[in-house]
């Protein structure tokens, strides 16, 4: 596996790595994004953090935000399942902003990326609610996957502000002990939602776990997932590698 970019600053070395037409975003050796130009799919966690779209109608999820762009793993299949109208993510690390612009070059004309913290920006914003909030906000200088920000009361209570009447919010956990010690296990404090489920995969320990306003079934995802060209080839050869629980 090739280094192709490497920097290092404030005790934290950034590399991406070329592996065939794959590219992998690493900080002091955790892996951070993937890419690979002609698949949508990763068969990791990233895989994980956009599949809750296909749980509704994905033709409804016109406002797009993303918390923790990290090298963009994201936008490609956003784009590609969803065509929003508008895509906006926040990112604090200007080096993972870096790669998403100009090393994995998944940013395109009308793409909003904003290099700040996310929870200020979420605190100043007062336009329109996202369809869909992907809240990704892991810490590049661990040595190993954990949360950047607490998924306390007052921030969850901050980021189902910002979520519209019919969309879906998904959050991400190092691993499922850790979401449930957290406010956005308690049912009270989440009565605002329809459904909930846990998104897993063989590859990692993470949680994901997605909130959604309206109703919702996961055999309605698989069954978008298969009616797909791509997706569904994927599905068939086990490259989509997803296991989706309901927690209601």
């Known amino acids: 596996m ?11 070395r950034y590399e991406v790595r070329r592996h065939g037409a794959r590219l992998r975003l690493f900080a002091n050796g955790v892996q951070h994004s993937e890419f690979h130009p002609k698949r949508l799919v990763t068969g990791s966690v990233w895989d994980l953090l956009w599949l809750p779209a296909l749980l509704g109608e994905p033709e409804r999820l016109k406002r797009v935000l993303i918390l923790g762009l990290g090298g963009g793993s994201l936008i490609p299949p956003l ?6 109208e508008r895509l906006v993510a926040v990112e604090l690390d200007r080096h993972h902003l870096a790669v998403a612009r100009e090393v994995f070059s998944v940013v395109r004309p009308g793409e909003q990326t904003v290099l700040g913290d996310a929870v200020a920006w979420l605190k100043a914003y007062d336009g329109e609610p996202f369809d869909l909030i992907i809240e990704d906000l892991f810490a590049p200088h661990n040595d190993q996957v954990s949360r950047a920000v607490e ?19 998904v959050m991400n956990f190092g691993d499922y002990p850790e979401y449930r010690q ?3 296990a308690d049912a009270a404090r989440m009565a605002g939602w329809s459904s909930r489920f846990r998104l897993s995969c063989q590859d990692c320990h993470n949680a994901v776990i997605a909130f959604t306003r309206q109703p919702a079934r996961s055999i309605h995802l698989r069954r978008r997932l298969e009616k797909h060209p791509d997706l569904g080839k994927a599905l068939r050869k086990g490259k989509l590698d997803y296991h989706i629980r309901q927690l209601d």
């Open 2 to 12: 090739a280094v192709i970019w490497e920097r290092e600053e404030a005790g934290v």
């Open 182 to 184: 957290s406010h956005a």
């Open 151 to 169: 998924a306390d009361r007052e921030w969850v209570t901050l980021l189902q502000r910002h979520v519209s009447d019919h969309g879906t919010l």
């Open 79 to 84: 784009r590609a399942l969803l065509a929003p």
